[in-house]
């Protein structure tokens, strides 16, 4: 069985001794021109060409440069830039996207390492949909593909799909609806995935037969939003399983760009979501005291569900570095903050600051237990460039990552090629 | 522009090939169905023999025989979308065309999604409009067959009005990007719409500003009457079945006169028969090398679930190599298969299996060959003159306006076309040597859009 090629390092982190440890895993997360709403007017950004073909190849090959272990994808089914159920009304912030799968597919064949996340909506695309989607990524990719779940709470979103409506007040209750919704989503794409076993396709000429029929498999799912019955139209992807990631926002602004997730003072049920249906998530602590809170309420949900598969936990933190030209972070931040009219605000932790200051933070937090960290740059390309120059070989010169082998994006993330879950049971040794 | 040309160009495309028995998987020359570089290596060869584009099928089911998945042909195939937006990184100019279904899927997220690989393409993108109304494929989704067979038309018709209206929304400037200004966008709240009818109640903004194409080239696929009316009313172009010379001037002519009807050119839909090939050096050798490919593409399996399909019985316990079935097909709804295009279209199966015994007991074929022979769906077959010629003269005598070529070999089966055919037509001066425009509306020589202007009034 193909199991992770990466090199494990051995850290002592101070309170638990000695103990083995996957190097910190990085993904980058990608949207427009960056997470700043004034990034495209930076003189880095191409500004009229955020819509192209030419824009998310040359992102994705300097991030996979780079040594990333993966990039996500930002989308949504509605403009951004709004409060989550309103209209901004504004001119000046980059409005529109690019569907994030398609975006992925179109940047895999021009990268060799990286993993490639898109996220998608489970509340209005169907879940038959999204699995062959994400497992013909992981063919095109070669086994790179990841998926980022997300629930789409908004009334606007709602009003272009027609078949549902969304209380513009949202409830607690409203999102574990949506949550639990998204749960069986994810349980539905996963079996489909699983559907085909590895070896169903036999190609047996004296028989005529293309696939062995008994090796497909229904996966008769029914729950209490819909019913899906199967098998997949597509094989069983290279990874088996891709990689799915699930955010867990502490708390949600509407207007950060990433708010697909409401408002909630309780992280508690994106967490439990993600115990359930990921194998990374990502969790967004403002400072070193909430990263432990909120490692421990992972823990704590895993094993609450009984789950025994590792969990990768990453840390979102906003990135907002000493700016191409030596312009220090604080005054760059500030600068952009005046460009927008209001300061940037985010459901992750902002760092503002130098590399140096950035380096320290991330080895920092990852000495308390985190597996790595989710950067959303505030400029594209400007502040991935400075990770990649500056942040990326201190980390590794740190002994604390390598960059990634060739592989897939499980191997990225020391997560084994799981057993398909409707294998046949065969009599080993007996001759057929 | 372009030079003028003397003669009517022959428009050429390809059909990846696969889930049907047309594809030849028992070859030791077939590669992989499913892995991408079969997908590269056939885009790359039909792009190198300067095509107008590629063509992907669609099934949201797989096929059933008996209540039991159909295994002896090809199964399985990847998500229509995110293979053409990867070949888009891996070809520069060929089309990209996919079937996407208008019955489980939502115009919102379809049109967000030809808009993406319109603009991940820099404006190649084409949808081939298809509608079903099965539940067998309904089970696969959350609404389930929700829709009357007699509904899937006008659901199809006003779902490519919906995709229509939303990639329409974004005029052409409404991406500013003026830095020194601090302006994105040329007015707020881009993409407004509003559209309310017997299939849709939707209203908002649509989120992809306007594509190099402004919307993807349509395809229609349907041979019926309400189908033909779809295709003069709203598609670019149709992909349908090869036929006899008359068969398909009758066709082309039948277009042309609707298309006067709706008000629009003569020429403005393309009419692309999906053709198989064989050629070799004679034609002796090419009929030769087909009537191999037809026995390859019939197993003795195969012969017996084909006939199957047009008995409507079990014949499970028939001899591929022995005589027909002795009792008469059982005319109606079909009983034995499920999720198959093909046996829907079979409206004449007493007729037809008249034709079968009649044509076995002349030639003295078994059922294999009868299904072999009679069931096949080879058209250009012979040297690569011949084959030219023949091309030639169904274009010049406006049975079609070119053809859709369908290998029966994966990843090389274009080979044996590209490399002989094109340069003889190149030569004849009726098929590019370089592509002249970008996109594919060009390729196919289609007027450009018409302006955006609120097509549609809520």
């Given amino acids: 069985m193909p199991t992770t090629g990466r090199v494990v390092c051995r850290m002592d982190d101070g309170t638990h001794g000695q103990r083995q440890r996957l190097p910190m895993l990085l993904g980058i997360a990608l949207d427009g021109a960056g997470w700043h709403a004034a990034a495209w007017r930076e003189p880095g950004v191409v500004a009229d060409r955020l819509f192209s073909a030419g824009h998310w190849v040359d992102l994705a090959r300097r991030a996979d440069a780079a040594g990333f272990e993966f990039l996500t994808l930002e989308d949504g089914l509605g403009l951004q830039a709004q409060p989550w159920n309103a209209v901004a009304g504004r001119t000046d912030r980059v409005a529109g996207r690019l569907d994030a799968a398609l975006v992925a597919a179109r940047i895999a064949p021009v990268t060799s390492r990286i993993g490639l996340v898109p996220a998608t909506s489970v509340t209005h695309t169907e879940p038959f949909h999204l699995s062959k989607s994400i497992a013909t990524l992981d063919f095109v990719s070669r086994g790179r593909a990841g998926w980022r779940p997300q629930v789409s709470p908004r009334p606007a979103e709602a009003a272009h799909f027609g078949r549902r409506t969304m209380a513009a007040e949202l409830t607690d209750a409203a999102v574990t609806e949506l949550l639990d919704e998204a749960g069986d989503a994810v349980e539905v794409v996963r079996r489909l995935w699983d559907s085909w076993e590895d070896d169903a396709e036999i190609r047996d000429v004296a028989t005529g037969r293309f696939i062995d029929r008994d090796r497909l498999h229904c996966v008769d799912f029914e729950g209490r939003f819909f019913s899906v019955r199967g098998p997949s139209i597509t094989p069983r992807p290279p990874q088996g399983q891709p990689v799915?990631?699930?955010?867990?926002?502490?708390?949600?602004?509407?207007?950060?760009?990433?708010?697909?997730?409401?408002?909630?003072?309780?992280?508690?049920?994106?967490?439990?979501?993600?115990?359930?249906?990921?194998?990374?998530?990502?969790?967004?602590?403002?400072?070193?005291?909430?990263?432990?809170?909120?490692?421990?309420?992972?823990?704590?949900?895993?094993?609450?569900?009984?789950?025994?598969?590792?969990?990768?936990?990453?840390?979102?933190?906003?990135?907002?570095?000493?700016?191409?030209?030596?312009?220090?972070?604080?005054?760059?931040?500030?600068?952009?903050?005046?460009?927008?009219?209001?300061?940037?605000?985010?459901?992750?932790?902002?760092?503002?600051?130098?590399?140096?200051?950035?380096?320290?933070?991330?080895?920092?937090?990852?000495?308390?237990?985190?597996?790595?960290?989710?950067?959303?740059?505030?400029?594209?390309?400007?502040?991935?460039?400075?990770?990649?120059?500056?942040?990326?070989?201190?980390?590794?010169?740190?002994?604390?990552?390598?960059?990634?082998?060739?592989?897939?994006?499980?191997?990225?993330?020391?997560?084994?090629?799981?057993?398909?879950?409707?294998?046949?049971?065969?009599?080993?040794?007996?001759?057929? | 522009m372009t030079q003028p040309r003397p003669?009517?160009?022959?428009?050429?495309?390809?059909?990846?090939?696969?889930?049907?028995?047309?594809?030849?998987?028992?070859?030791?020359?077939?590669?992989?169905?499913?892995?991408?570089?079969?997908?590269?290596?056939?885009?790359?060869?039909?792009?190198?023999?300067?095509?107008?584009?590629?063509?992907?099928?669609?099934?949201?089911?797989?096929?059933?025989?008996?209540?039991?998945?159909?295994?002896?042909?090809?199964?399985?195939?990847?998500?229509?979308?995110?293979?053409?937006?990867?070949?888009?990184?891996?070809?520069?100019?060929?089309?990209?065309?996919?079937?996407?279904?208008?019955?489980?899927?939502?115009?919102?997220e379809v049109a967000r999604q030809f808009a993406s690989l319109d603009h991940l393409s820099d404006g190649r993108s084409a949808w081939n409009v298809v509608t079903s109304w099965d539940a067998f494929t309904g089970e696969n989704f959350r609404r389930g067959g929700y829709l009357g067979q007699d509904q899937r038309y006008e659901r199809a018709r006003l779902f490519l009005d919906a995709v229509t209206t939303l990639v329409d929304s974004w005029p052409e400037h409404a991406v500013v990007a003026d830095q020194a200004a601090g302006r994105f966008l040329a007015e707020a709240d881009p993409g407004r719409f509003t559209i309310s009818d017997s299939q849709f109640d939707i209203a908002g903004h649509f989120d992809v500003p306007r594509s190099p194409q402004g919307r993807p080239v349509i395809f229609q696929a349907g041979d019926s009457d309400a189908g033909r009316d779809f295709a003069a009313a709203s598609a670019d172009a149709i992909f349908t079945r090869h036929g006899t010379l008359e068969a398909g001037q009758a066709f082309t002519a039948d277009i042309r006169a609707r298309l006067t009807r709706f008000g629009r050119p003569r020429d403005a839909v393309k009419v692309l028969p999906a053709t198989t090939f064989a050629i070799a050096d004679t034609d002796a050798e090419a009929h030769e090398l087909a009537a191999g490919i037809r026995l390859q593409q019939v197993s003795p399996a195969t012969a017996i679930m084909l006939a199957e399909q047009l008995?409507?019985?079990?014949?499970?316990?028939?001899?591929?190599?022995?005589?027909?079935?002795?009792?008469?097909?059982?005319?109606?709804?079909?009983?034995?298969?499920?999720?198959?295009?093909?046996?829907?279209?079979?409206?004449?199966?007493?007729?037809?299996?008249?034709?079968?015994?009649?044509?076995?007991?002349?030639?003295?074929?078994?059922?294999?060959?009868?299904?072999?022979?009679?069931?096949?769906?080879?058209?250009?077959?012979?040297?690569?003159?011949?084959?030219?010629?023949?091309?030639?003269?169904?274009?010049?005598?406006?049975?079609?306006?070119?053809?859709?070529?369908?290998?029966?070999?994966v990843p090389g089966g274009l080979q044996a076309f590209t490399e002989t055919v094109v340069p003889l037509l190149q030569e004849r001066g009726v098929h590019r040597t370089e592509y002249e425009g970008t996109t594919l509306r060009e390729h196919l020589g289609l007027a450009p859009l018409q302006r955006p202007a609120g097509r549609r009034t809520a």
């Fill in chain 2, 311 to 409: 008995w409507n019985r079990d014949l499970s316990d028939l001899d591929p190599e022995g005589p027909l079935p002795d009792v008469d097909p059982i005319v109606g709804e079909s009983t034995v298969a499920q999720g198959r295009a093909s046996v829907r279209m079979v409206t004449d199966q007493l007729e037809t299996a008249q034709r079968w015994r009649a044509a076995a007991a002349e030639h003295g074929w078994n059922l294999r060959r009868t299904v072999a022979e009679m069931g096949n769906r080879q058209h250009l077959i012979g040297s690569p003159a011949t084959v030219a010629d023949l091309i030639e003269r169904y274009v010049d005598s406006d049975a079609c306006d070119g053809f859709i070529l369908v290998p029966h070999l």
């Fill in chain 1, 244 to 432: 799915v990631l699930a955010l867990a926002h502490a708390r949600v602004d509407g207007r950060s760009p990433s708010s697909l997730v409401p408002r909630s003072d309780d992280s508690s049920a994106a967490v439990r979501f993600a115990v359930r249906s990921a194998d990374v998530v990502a969790i967004t602590p403002a400072d070193a005291v909430q990263l432990r809170e909120l490692l421990d309420l992972v823990a704590q949900e895993s094993a609450a569900a009984g789950r025994t598969a590792p969990l990768r936990v990453v840390a979102d933190l906003v990135v907002l570095l000493d700016g191409p030209d030596g312009e220090p972070a604080a005054e760059r931040r500030a600068r952009l903050d005046a460009a927008d009219g209001s300061p940037l605000v985010s459901d992750a932790a902002i760092m503002a600051g130098s590399a140096a200051e950035l380096t320290d933070r991330l080895t920092q937090w990852w000495g308390s237990g985190v597996d790595g960290f989710r950067l959303r740059p505030a400029v594209l390309p400007d502040d991935l460039d400075t990770l990649a120059r500056s942040v990326l070989p201190e980390l590794a010169r740190r002994g604390l990552r390598t960059d990634p082998a060739p592989g897939t994006l499980r191997d990225h993330l020391g997560l084994a090629r799981p057993e398909n879950r409707y294998r046949s049971t065969v009599d080993e040794g007996v001759p057929a």
């Fill in chain 2, 7 to 108: 003669r009517k160009q022959v428009h050429l495309a390809a059909h990846f090939p696969g889930v049907n028995n047309t594809t030849v998987w028992s070859d030791p020359a077939s590669g992989s169905q499913i892995e991408f570089d079969s997908f590269v290596r056939f885009a790359q060869d039909a792009e190198a023999a300067r095509f107008d584009f590629l063509f992907l099928a669609e099934g949201l089911r797989l096929r059933e025989q008996h209540g039991r998945i159909y295994d002896l042909d090809v199964v399985g195939r990847p998500d229509t979308f995110t293979v053409l937006a990867a070949l888009a990184g891996v070809t520069e100019r060929i089309g990209l065309t996919g079937t996407i279904n208008s019955t489980f899927n939502e115009p919102y």
